[in-house]
């Protein structure tokens, strides 16, 4: 059983930037691969970008390719979601995920691949 715990969110005007952090507790000493996806009200959640265990595989919805940067560190157990340029739009509840036992260096983009999620961090852009 892997923990998440989200942090990071809260109001910012359009253009500023935000940095999500995601740390997970428990079995953290397994490969897992990690996620970040976001739901706005009346929307279905969707995916954001994902990163595998290594660091090494790094994948990205195409809305926010060059305006979010996500990495990890594992000595941390901690991810992170840098959010620059941030429009109304980006507006959204954004939940971290997590794989069970996954291999290294690839990380799944589909919400159905991640098993554990923490309860989500509200990021409200203001126009």
């Known amino acids: 059983q892997v923990q998440l715990v989200e942090s990071g969110g809260g109001l910012v005007q359009a253009g500023g930037s935000l940095r999500l952090s995601c740390t997970a507790s428990?079995?953290?000493?397994?490969?897992?691969?990690t996620a970040w996806f976001r739901q706005a009200p009346g929307k279905e959640r969707e995916f954001v970008a994902a990163?595998?265990?290594?660091?090494?595989?790094?994948y990205y919805a195409d809305s926010v390719k060059a305006q979010f940067t996500i990495s990890r560190d594992n000595v941390k157990n901690t991810v992170y979601l840098q959010m620059n340029s941030l429009k109304p739009e980006d507006s959204a509840v954004y939940y971290c995920?997590?794989?069970?036992?996954?291999?290294?260096?690839?990380?799944?983009?589909?919400?159905?691949?991640?098993?554990?999620w923490g309860q989500g961090t509200q990021v409200t852009v203001s126009s």
């Open positions: 428990g079995r953290t000493s397994v490969s897992f691969a």
């Open positions: 995920a997590a794989t069970p036992p996954w291999a290294i260096n690839i990380a799944p983009t589909e919400e159905s691949k991640y098993h554990y």
């Open positions: 990163v595998s265990w290594s660091g090494n595989g790094i």
